[in-house]
């Protein structure tokens, strides 16, 4: 599989195949991921190019880094920068790849990491750009999956906002090449576009949408959760009602299958009541560890060093 | 009846007709041929012309220039379906349709905003071409247009 120097920037530019070459990679590097260090990337430097705050991502490519032995350049706060100076993202990145072996960029534009990988000499990692894609977080998704359910013959409901969640329309996209049964739940105003969901069931997914959480809660492997953001309702009485209606309790545990579990990108506002935490299904912690190996993995990939 | 036809079908020595346009859309046409007010020749303009295939049609015809390949895309892309005709001496020297090009680039702006194309980069926009209806699809930010496509055009 042909990796080395190549760019990630959404999910559409990978078949099954190759999730499933970076998947087994993680695999292979999740016991380094729990402790440890290698000299894999010995030698090496990635360079973070976060224009928007972040936690999760930059911190766990960080640890990635260092775990494999390489080292990490950050560009710190944007008062220090160039940035200030208005220098654009194009001569950063040029100047920036002089610098290292490959760039986590996280910019505000949509289209920012295409375009930076126009300009970059080292393969470009995007770490979210805009509204567009996040495609580190949809194969530590899949890796979460993968690990803790099955990804043959999945049940999954995806809860919250399936108009503008980059997230969920990168996931859905992945699920839909292993012919996943998705269930979009939402209240109608945030309900998943017509095109995305036409082009799910054209590559194979099963699609059913409900406003309704309670009543498919018995009948899933994976509750995917996601957070719906307050902006997205004029009206607060409005968002108040919607917001009792798409947060999971303990209660609503009961009748639940006992191997379902429950993700969460994170970070959760109201969706996830913290009972919710012990108990046996919940994974959103682990889902957010698991972005570690999934970075690993990923960073030998574009780097070409064989594992 | 025939004094009519003749007026509207008045032929020219040198130059180009633009016929079949889609009907409403040959102002956008002279717009994307940069005429706006003052123009040092002559050039003709007839819409909602009864059309056996089409119903109505527009036409546009300027005389003493043949259009560039730019011009005949951005055309395409409002009316993909408008022919075009070189006159030279009052013979029609070739006639062909416009054809819609798989890409455009640094043709049409992006409706989002936020897209990287909308910004001081140094980045031109570009966009996927689909037919029947056109769509054009931002290959940064992946948002169509589909609608109005005239007034999204540089």
């Known amino acids: 599989m042909r990796f080395e120097r190549r760019h990630i920037i959404s999910m559409k530019d990978f078949t099954r195949d190759e999730m499933d070459y970076i998947l087994d990679r993680a695999t292979k590097l999740e016991p380094l991921a729990r402790g440890g260090r290698s000299d894999l990337l010995a030698g090496k430097i990635l360079a973070l190019l976060f224009y928007e705050p972040s936690t999760r991502t930059r911190m766990s490519f960080e640890t990635a880094m260092l775990r494999l032995g390489g080292g990490v350049l950050n560009l710190g706060s944007k008062e220090a920068t160039s940035i200030v100076k208005g220098e654009t993202l194009a001569d950063m990145i040029r100047v920036v790849s002089t610098y290292s072996d490959a760039i986590v960029q996280r910019h505000p534009s949509e289209g920012s990491a295409l375009m930076a990988a126009e300009f970059s000499s080292v393969p470009i990692i995007n770490g979210g750009d805009g509204a567009g894609h996040h495609p580190t977080q949809t194969l530590l998704d899949l890796y979460t999956i993968r690990k803790e359910s099955h990804l043959d013959n999945l049940d999954i409901a995806i809860v919250g906002d399936l108009k503008y969640g980059r997230t969920v329309h990168s996931l859905t996209y992945a699920l839909s090449l292993y012919g996943a049964n998705i269930t979009l739940v939402s209240p109608p105003q945030l309900k998943m576009p017509d095109q995305i969901k036409a082009d799910l069931k054209a590559r194979g997914a099963r699609v059913r949408e409900t406003e309704n959480l309670e009543e498919i809660l018995d009948s899933i492997d994976v509750l995917y959760m996601t957070r719906i953001q307050k902006e997205r309702f004029p009206d607060p009485t409005e968002y108040k009602k919607m917001a009792g209606a798409y947060k999971i309790t303990i209660e609503h545990l009961e009748n639940v299958r006992d191997s379902m579990i429950i993700m969460h990108p994170l970070p959760r506002v109201y969706e996830i009541d913290s009972s919710v935490d012990t108990s046996s299904h919940a994974r959103y912690f682990e889902q957010s560890f698991y972005g570690v190996p999934i970075r690993m993995a990923l960073l030998t990939i574009v780097m070409g060093v064989e594992v | ?154």
Do not use: W
């Open chain 2, 1 to 154: 009846m025939s004094a009519e036809k003749e007026l509207r079908v008045r032929p020219i020595r040198d130059g180009t007709v633009i016929d079949r346009i889609l009907a409403g859309q040959a102002m956008n046409v002279l717009k994307i041929l940069g005429i706006k007010g003052a123009y040092s020749d002559v050039v003709t303009m007839a819409m909602n012309v009864p059309s056996k295939e089409l119903g109505q049609k527009d036409i546009v015809k300027i005389e003493n220039r043949e259009l560039e390949e730019k011009e005949l895309d951005k055309i395409s892309l409002i009316s993909p379906g408008a022919t075009i005709n070189i006159i030279r001496d009052f013979e029609v020297a070739d006639k062909y349709q416009v054809e819609l090009p798989e890409m455009v680039e640094g043709m049409v702006k992006c409706i989002n905003p936020n897209c990287i194309s909308n910004t001081k980069e140094p980045v031109i926009s570009k966009f996927e071409v689909k037919k029947d209806p056109v769509q054009l699809r931002c290959i940064y930010c992946e948002n169509i247009i589909m609608e109005n496509i005239a007034e999204h055009l540089l």
